[in-house]
């Protein structure tokens, strides 16, 4: 006789998303799959320790690739875009325990995976700014779906920005 999971009442709660702390950004990155997984897409999305929208990307392809493998190309693309707009102190989210564990390990798989996973290391081992942690999927739910599911809409990467206006008197 199989006996149902008991869920815990952490289960049940809804996990907020949680501001970084002050002058440190927080870019949380996800992954999702489309058309019975013949589409897959990714976005990552910035935001400061006021919860200010800094920056955020969204891209999705025609692709025979596992989630994973997607979120891996996210966080990649991710550490990425942080290093070529100067942004220092940030903390990558993902809700994928396999990649937070396999960045944070010394072994690499011989796979697509594996690739994708030592290039982001290579990307973070000069930047002892940057930590990379997993969250639980509704903490990391800022507006990942949304904006995925928004790249579905172009047939190019879309990257969403917020400018400041800095104004003296």
Same mark, same amino acid.
């Given at each position: 006789?199989?006996?149902?999971?008991?869920?815990?009442?952490? /289960?049940? !709660?809804?996990?907020?998303?949680?501001?970084?702390?002050?002058?440190?950004?927080?870019?949380? %990155?996800?992954?999702?799959?489309?058309?019975?997984?013949?589409?897959?897409?990714?976005?990552?999305?910035?935001?400061?320790? $006021?919860?200010?929208?800094?920056?955020?990307?969204?891209?999705?392809?025609?692709?025979? $690739? !596992? %989630?994973?493998?997607?979120?891996?190309?996210?966080?990649?693309?991710?550490?990425?875009?942080?290093?070529?707009?100067?942004?220092?102190?940030?903390?990558?989210?993902? /809700?994928?325990?396999?990649?937070?564990?396999?960045?944070?390990? !010394?072994? $690499?798989?011989?796979?697509?995976?594996?690739?994708?996973?030592?290039?982001?290391?290579?990307?973070?081992?000069?930047?002892?700014?940057?930590?990379?942690?997993?969250?639980?999927?509704?903490?990391?739910?800022?507006?990942?779906?949304?904006?995925?599911?928004?790249?579905?809409? !172009?047939?190019?990467?879309?990257?969403?920005?917020?400018?400041?206006?800095?104004?003296?008197?």
């Amino acid at each position: 006789m199989q006996r149902g999971k008991v869920r815990s009442r952490s /289960d049940l !709660t809804e996990q907020p998303w949680i501001k970084p702390p002050p002058g440190m950004i927080k870019c949380n %990155v996800d992954a999702a799959s489309f058309n019975g997984n013949s589409i897959m897409g990714y976005d990552m999305c910035f935001r400061d320790s $006021t919860s200010l929208f800094l920056l955020g990307k969204s891209d999705y392809f025609a692709t025979s $690739t !596992t %989630v994973l493998e997607v979120e891996s190309l996210g966080l990649l693309e991710a550490i990425k875009v942080a290093i070529s707009n100067d942004m220092q102190d940030v903390m990558f989210e993902t /809700d994928s325990k396999v990649l937070s564990d396999a960045l944070h390990t !010394t072994s $690499t798989l011989a796979n697509e995976f594996g690739d994708l996973v030592s290039h982001c290391r290579s990307l973070l081992v000069s930047r002892n700014d940057f930590v990379v942690s997993c969250v639980r999927r509704q903490a990391n739910k800022v507006i990942a779906h949304s904006i995925a599911r928004a790249s579905l809409s !172009t047939l190019a990467p879309i990257f969403f920005v917020m400018y400041r206006l800095l104004c003296t008197l």
